[in-house]
């Protein structure tokens, strides 16, 4: 089982809709977990962190759910601005590693 | 607001040269890191320090050495090019804790 597991997608939705991705950790130790954001040919760019309470951050709402070991993104209104890779990060803690998901693709059509 | 700087944006290589990546960081993080991503696949650790003279390797280390004299700064060196190590090369650094990576913009390496 790979450490951190993502659907590739693509997730293809239309403008206005609320899409959501999941990803899996193995670890359960693991303490700190992140969602980036990566255009194409670009270097990945934190979204945002992902707290035990969960967190929102405008149309944008992360959850962590420690007894299922996952987090989930949730994007509202979708605009086609956020067409891109999302990429789920998990602190293990277990080493000084940070460990990537391979990224859920989101494509936002008109 | 500097952040992560690579150096260059754009190589080309013949199989057997070698070449040193920069990555120079001015936030003072302890952890710097590189990974390498290709096509369709996600990133890859190549090789990460702790601090100042630290370092250790990640899941794809064959082929390249690194070295930290400094906290600031974190080259990569490829010691003999292979066609393999086509790729875009992305340098991070973060403080420790449950602090995020900040990115470089990335190395985009052709070896022919």
């Known amino acids: 089982r790979k450490e951190v597991e993502q659907d590739p997608g693509p997730f293809n939705v239309p403008e206005g809709a609320t899409v959501a991705f999941n990803c899996t950790y193995s670890n359960s130790a693991s303490q700190s977990f992140f969602w980036y954001r990566q255009d194409c040919r670009k270097e990945p760019k934190l979204l945002m962190s992902?707290?035990?309470s969960g967190n929102e951050d405008g149309r944008f709402t992360a959850q962590l759910n420690r007894a299922s070991q996952y987090i989930s993104l949730l994007i509202r209104d979708s605009k086609l601005s956020d067409s891109a890779t999302y990429l789920c990060v998990v602190n293990p803690r277990t080493t000084d590693k940070l460990i990537f998901g391979t990224g859920t693709r989101l494509q936002v059509f008109p | 607001n500097a952040g992560v700087t690579q150096t260059p944006k754009f190589q080309v290589l013949k199989t057997g040269q070698s070449m040193t990546l920069q990555c120079a960081q001015d936030m003072n993080h302890e952890y710097m890191s590189w990974y390498r991503q290709d096509p369709g696949m996600g990133l890859r650790l190549i090789h990460y320090s702790v601090g100042a003279g630290i370092t250790d390797q990640g899941e794809v280390p064959n082929g390249y050495n690194v070295s930290r004299s400094t906290t600031e700064d974190f080259p990569l060196r490829l010691l003999s090019a292979a066609p393999s190590q086509t790729s875009v090369y992305f340098c991070a650094s973060s403080n420790f804790g449950n602090s995020p990576l900040h990115f470089g913009n990335g190395t985009r390496l052709t070896v022919t």
């Open positions: 992902v707290y035990s």
